[in-house]
């Protein structure tokens, strides 16, 4: 493509969910990573390794073994846990059911007309 890592690119205004403001010919500094695919896992690397004795960013083996594989610990480089409470479906008999479709709603058996 003809750019060097670490080199600066307009970024064009067209990149998805970008609000221009200024102008159209309004540009960017992008830095290019130089290894795209390894470089975030270098920095988290570098980050755990900064961190070796802090004791709020590591989960313990007890923690492990009380609350399994998928638990995450909040600290300062982590996300925010946001509990969302989705409302909870009907399933589709109820729906059936409901809209006079399914058999039971409509009160009568087979070959029966209401």
């Known amino acids: 493509m003809g750019q060097e ?26 830095q290019l990573a130089s290894n795209p695919v390894l470089d975030a896992w270098y ?5 755990a390794l900064d961190h070796l004795d802090n004791e709020d960013v590591w ?3 007890k923690e492990y073994e009380e609350k399994g594989g998928g638990y995450l ?4 480089a982590s996300n925010v ?8 479906q009907a ?3 109820t729906e059936a059911q409901a809209s006079g479709k399914g058999s039971a709603a409509s ?8």
């Not at 600066?8 to 960017?28: E, F, Q």
């Not at 009160?107 to 209401?114: D, L, M, S, T």
């Open 5 to 30: 890592a670490g080199q600066l690119v307009p970024l064009p205004p067209r990149v998805a969910g970008l609000v221009l403001v200024k102008s159209l010919i309004t540009t960017y500094p992008v």
């Open 43 to 47: 920095g988290a690397r570098d980050w």
């Open 59 to 61: 989960i313990t083996r």
């Open 73 to 76: 610990k909040e600290h300062c």
């Open 81 to 88: 846990y946001v509990p969302i409470r989705l409302p909870k």
């Open 91 to 93: 399933s589709r008999a």
């Open 107 to 114: 009160g009568g058996g087979p070959g029966e007309q209401a």
